[in-house]
C-alpha cells in the first residue's frame, strides 16, 4: 500500500471526557482487513498517561455530576435508548465489525440485531436493584441492605465479537450506576468507536463511558491496575487473564474473567444424527472456529459413530469458505495472521499425534489472498492429542469415540476448561445425568450457542470466574451495603 493511499484511510481518536481526543503518543497504528491482509484504519495509540486521564474522568463521573444524582429509573432510560440508537445502525455497525475481524456479515448483523434485548433488559432492570429488611434478632434495632455500585469499572476486550462482548459489561455497568472506560481489543477498536458517538446522542454525561485504544501494554496494564479502578471485566485469554489479576493486587479490583475452552459436543446413540452433525458445525465453524464457546470436540458413540461423520464430511464440503461480506459465504478468514499460522502449527501437532484429517487440513487454493482457512475435521483413536486438550481457536474439529455414559463424562471433563457443553440426546434422564456431571457453565442439550439477556454466562478452572448475562451480572456491579439504626 502506498503512502498517499494510507493518509486517506480513516484515523479514529479515542474518547475521553465526553470529548474526542488523541493520544498523547500522537500515535496511531493500523488496523487490518482480515479478507485482504491490508489496513484499512487507523486507531490512536493511547498511553498510560490516557488511561490516567479517562479513570480520572470516570471518578469524577461517579462521584460528582448528574450521573451520581439521576435516579435508577432516569440511568434505565438512557441505557434503552442506547439499545434503540443500536437498533437503528445495525447495517453500518456489522460492517466495521466484519471489516475489522472478517466475521461473516450476516453473522455480524444476526448479533447486532439481537444486541438491542441487552439493553431493554438491563434497562428494564435499573429499577428493580434494591436491598431488602433483615429480620434481626435484637430488640430495636430496624436493619436494612441496599446495593450500591461499585465505581469506575474496567473493560477489557478481544476481537471476535467486540460489540457483543462489550455490551454484556456496559449495560449492566451503567444500570446499576457504575461509570466505566474500556479498552477494547487492539485488532478490533472501530466499531467500539462508532457505538461511542451513539453513547453520546443517548445523552449521557460526559465521562460515565471513556474509550482508550491502544495495546494490552501499556493500556490494558495501566488501567488494570489504576488505584481508582473498583473492578475489571475481562474477556480474551489465559495469559493476559493473569496479568489482570496479579494487577488486582494492587487495586483490589473485583475481577471477573470470561476465557477460554475445549468445549465437548457429546453425541449419544439415541441422537438424530442430522440434528447433531448440523449443530456439532455451527457449533466449531461459526466465526471460523474463533468463539469462546467453540465445540471444538465432539465424542461420537460408536453406534453413532458412521451416520453422524457421513453427515460432518457431507455438510462441511459444501461449506463455502471466502469474503465475508457477500452475503451467500459460510466461513470467512481467520481474523490475524498469527491466528491462521497458529491452527497450521495445531494441524502439524494433531497429525504428529496420530490424528486423522478427515476432512481440510490446508489454506483454501482458490483463495490467495487474506487469511483463509479450511474446515477441518481430525479423527482420533484416543483423547491423548495436546488438539484435544488445548484451545486452538481456529476451524479445527477433533472427533473422539466413545462406548459407554461414564467414559464419555471423563472424557468430556479431561481438559483444564469448563465453558460450554453440547449433548445430543433423546433420553431426558440422560441428558440430565450428563448436564449435571459435564464440567461446564453453559450446557446445552439438543442445541448449540443459544443465548439470551436472561441467561448467565461464564466458566471454571482455565475458563476463568464470575458470570456475564442475565439477573447475576448486577451483583457482579453492585455491592450491599447494610444500615443498623437503634430505634
Ligand atoms: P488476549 O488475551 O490476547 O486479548 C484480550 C484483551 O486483553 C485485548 O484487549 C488485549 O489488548 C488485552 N490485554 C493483553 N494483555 C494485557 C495485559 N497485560 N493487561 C490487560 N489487558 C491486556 O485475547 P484475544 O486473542 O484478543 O482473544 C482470544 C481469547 O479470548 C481466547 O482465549 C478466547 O477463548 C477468549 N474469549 C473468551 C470469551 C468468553 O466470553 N469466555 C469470549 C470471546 C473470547
Not at 436493619?143 to 474496567?154: D, I, K, M, Q
Not at 493486587?249 to 473485583?254: H, I, L, M, S, V
Request: proline share 5%; net charge negative; charged share 25%.
Amino acid at each position: 500500500m502506498t503512502e498517499s493511499v494510507k493518509t486517506k484511510l480513516k484515523k479514529y481518536h479515542m474518547y475521553i471526557n465526553g470529548e474526542w481526543v488523541g493520544s498523547t503518543s500522537g500515535e496511531y497504528f493500523p488496523s487490518y482487513n482480515p479478507a485482504t491482509g491490508e489496513p484499512w484504519c487507523y486507531v490512536a495509540k493511547g498511553t498510560a498517561e490516557d488511561v490516567d486521564l479517562a479513570v480520572k474522568a470516570a471518578h469524577q463521573a461517579f462521584l460528582n455530576s448528574e450521573w451520581s444524582t439521576m435516579t435508577y429509573t432516569e440511568r434505565g432510560r438512557l441505557v434503552r435508548r442506547l439499545g434503540e440508537l443500536i437498533a437503528e445502525r445495525v447495517e453500518e455497525l456489522a460492517q466495521f465489525e466484519t471489516l475489522d475481524n472478517g466475521k461473516l456479515i450476516r453473522e455480524m448483523r444476526g448479533q447486532l440485531k439481537y444486541l438491542p434485548e441487552f439493553f431493554y433488559y438491563y434497562a428494564g432492570l435499573a429499577d428493580k436493584i434494591h436491598g431488602e429488611t433483615l429480620p434481626i434478632d435484637k430488640k430495636d434495632m430496624f436493619v436494612f441492605t441496599s446495593r450500591e455500585p461499585l465505581g469506575v469499572v474496567a473493560a477489557i476486550t478481544p476481537w471476535n465479537s467486540p460489540l457483543y462482548l462489550t455490551t454484556l459489561k456496559l449495560a449492566p455497568a451503567l444500570v446499576a450506576g457504575n461509570t466505566i472506560v474500556i479498552k477494547p481489543s487492539e485488532m478490533t477498536s472501530a466499531s467500539l468507536l462508532e457505538l461511542v458517538k451513539l453513547v453520546e446522542e443517548a445523552g449521557f454525561p460526559p465521562g460515565v463511558v471513556n474509550v482508550v485504544t491502544g495495546f494490552g501494554m501499556p493500556v490494558g496494564d495501566s488501567l488494570t491496575s489504576h488505584p481508582l479502578v473498583r473492578r475489571v471485566a475481562f474477556t480474551g485469554g489465559a495469559e493476559s487473564a493473569r496479568h489482570v489479576v496479579r494487577n488486582s493486587a494492587e487495586n483490589f479490583a473485583k475481577v471477573t474473567l470470561e476465557l477460554g475452552g475445549k468445549s465437548p459436543n457429546i453425541v449419544f446413540d439415541d441422537a438424530d444424527p442430522d440434528n447433531a452433525a448440523m449443530g456439532i458445525i455451527a457449533g466449531i465453524f461459526g466465526a471460523s472456529g474463533q468463539s469462546c464457546v467453540a465445540g471444538s470436540r465432539a465424542f461420537l458413540h460408536v453406534d453413532i459413530y458412521d451416520k453422524v461423520m457421513e453427515r460432518l464430511i457431507d455438510r462441511v464440503s459444501k461449506i463455502k469458505v471466502g469474503d465475508p461480506l457477500q452475503d451467500e459465504t459460510e466461513m470467512g478468514p481467520l481474523a490475524t495472521q498469527a491466528q491462521l499460522e497458529r491452527v497450521e502449527r495445531y494441524v502439524a501437532i494433531g497429525l504428529e499425534d496420530g490424528g486423522k484429517i478427515a476432512y481440510g487440513g490446508k489454506k483454501p487454493e482458490h483463495l490467495t489472498k487474506g487469511w483463509y482457512f479450511e474446515p477441518t475435521i481430525f479423527e482420533h483413536t484416543d483423547h491423548a492429542s495436546r488438539i484435544t486438550k488445548e484451545e486452538i481457536f481456529g476451524p479445527v474439529l477433533s472427533i473422539i469415540p466413545f462406548k459407554s455414559e461414564e467414559e464419555v463424562i471423563q472424557l468430556a471433563n479431561s481438559t483444564d476448561y469448563g465453558l460450554a457443553a453440547g449433548i445430543w440426546v433423546k433420553d431426558i434422564a440422560k441428558a440430565h445425568r450428563v448436564a449435571k456431571a459435564v464440567r461446564a457453565g453453559i450446557v446445552w442439550v439438543n442445541t448449540y450457542r443459544s443465548i439470551s439477556p436472561i441467561a448467565p454466562i461464564g466458566g471454571s478452572g482455565l475458563s476463568g470466574y464470575g458470570r456475564e448475562s442475565g439477573y447475576e451480572a448486577i451483583h457482579e456491579y453492585t455491592q450491599s451495603k447494610v444500615v443498623w439504626i437503634n430505634t
